[in-house]
């Protein structure tokens, strides 16, 4: 059962139209990421978060922003979506070290594949 | 730079056989593994951890780390055709940024009935 929800799954939209990527996540964790991902390809961080009005970018350089108002929740905006934009968008997340004694990695959610035409 | 390798495949093995997937990392610091499974169009799901050197082992899957040999490497035992996936190798490192995930490009495995 996914703890981590991002909606919609599938969006198809036309060039210069400003679209939010939603992702939230039930388990508190303080740590949020999101990645970009063509088909068959690697995964590229594009912006990360280590907390609440803590955002940054990431190693792939994105025209998208982030925002994170509330710990469990780590919107994505495109402002003017293109076509070069088309891809699948993965949110994850991840627990302080510290709280759980242990490190279990990212929890992803299930992914946004995004369309530009 | 943190850098992650994997072979990309890719990798096919017989229904029944021993699936070695292989990994190598360049941050000697490093200190958690992770393997993951990757469906086609699919999100990645966490599969196995390791953290010291050795064997860890959970049900057909067996992880195994040296870190002096900065190599970790995943086994698969009597490999199914639903094990047909990409299999994702992430290592958190040290220093600035340790929270993050440096993930491999990842091996696509192919197990033929």
């Known amino acids: 059962e996914a703890d981590i929800y991002q909606t919609p799954r599938y969006l198809v939209i036309g060039t210069g139209k400003k679209i939010t990527l939603e992702c939230s996540q039930t388990?508190?964790?303080?740590?949020m990421y999101w990645y970009q991902q063509d088909p068959g390809m690697e995964l590229h961080l594009i912006h990360y978060s280590y907390g609440v009005n803590s955002t940054e970018k990431g190693d792939l350089s994105s025209e998208s922003t982030v925002s994170r108002i509330r710990t469990e929740h780590f919107p994505l905006t495109l402002e003017s979506a293109r076509p070069s934009h088309t891809s699948q968008y993965l949110c994850?997340?991840?627990?302080?070290?510290?709280?759980?004694?242990?490190?279990?990695?990212?929890?992803f959610g299930s992914g946004t594949r995004l369309t530009v035409v | 730079q943190k850098e992650v390798e994997q072979n990309s495949g890719p990798l096919s093995v017989p229904e029944g056989a021993i699936a070695s997937l292989n990994c190598t990392y360049s941050?000697?610091?490093?200190?958690?593994f992770f393997w993951y499974r990757q469906y086609s169009g699919k999100s990645p799901e966490l599969i196995m951890f390791i953290y010291s050197n050795g064997d860890k082992e959970d049900g057909r899957f067996t992880a195994q780390l040296n870190k002096a040999s900065q190599y970790v490497s995943l086994l698969i035992r009597d490999s199914q055709p639903s094990d047909s996936a990409t299999y994702l190798c992430a290592v958190k490192g040290s220093g600035a940024g340790s929270y993050q995930l440096t993930f491999g490009k990842g091996t696509k495995l192919s197990v033929i009935p």
């Open positions: 994850a997340s991840s627990e302080d070290l510290v709280r759980t004694g242990g490190d279990y990695g990212y929890t």
């Open positions: 388990m508190g964790h303080d740590k």
């Open positions: 941050d000697r610091g490093s200190q958690s």
